[in-house]
């Protein structure tokens, strides 16, 4: 595949999309910018968006030239003309496809651990500018463990905890749930871990990315959370 010139806007749309929906009308007035990707007019929060790949596991990924052979279910057609005419398929067929737009995204992607170190070297050295609060939006392309989830918190708040800028917030979105991680007092053996875990239906993946595309989409009332202790 040659080079091409992706829209990461798709993803920040959709970030956008997924914090309104889940945690509420607030998020609403964020803009996408640079610099942060995300933030509120007033500089109250700055949230930078990006995402974390295993190296080569885009590869295993179907690209979209595989999926004319494959016996596709009549009931996920739909999803599949959406993916084939956008270009992207984050959040539909359980994130088992990559459109041709997105390739590039995915495939430019840093581990977890490495992302997570270069966007926190990053925050702390004014690179995001000034904002009261920053937050990190991290698309995960793999499924994390609620354990995985946890340990990545303890080691982010490791990594900044003597930058005087710093994240107060995480979020780690996968295709099916959203992560919300409180980085501003992480110590599990002194009291419960602040994450909560917002479900995503298949529904909502639809709605979300039917909405990163079109700009007058109109967001749905969230779901409850289910807290993790």
Known sequence: MGKRKFDTCFFERYAQITLETLLG????????????DLQMPD???????????????????????EMA???????DREEVGHIIESGYGYGLQDGKYIG??????????QPLRRIIESKVSKVG?????????YGLYIFCKDNLSEEEVLLTMEYTSDLQRNLDVRYST???SLIDRLYVCDLTDVDRVLHPTKCTSYEITRKMCKDFFLGSLDYRFAVREATSPATLA
């Open 25 to 36: 009308s607030h998020y609403s007035a964020l803009v996408n910018e640079d610099r942060p």
């Open 43 to 65: 500089r109250s929060l700055g949230i930078e968006v990006t995402r974390a790949m295993e190296p080569r596991k885009d590869v295993a990924n179907a690209l979209l030239k």
């Open 69 to 75: 052979g494959l016996d596709i279910k009549e009931e």
């Open 100 to 109: 041709h737009i997105e390739y590039e995204y995915w495939a430019l992607a």
């Open 125 to 133: 050295s004014g690179f995001y500018g000034e904002f009261d609060e």
């Open 170 to 172: 995480m979020y780690l």
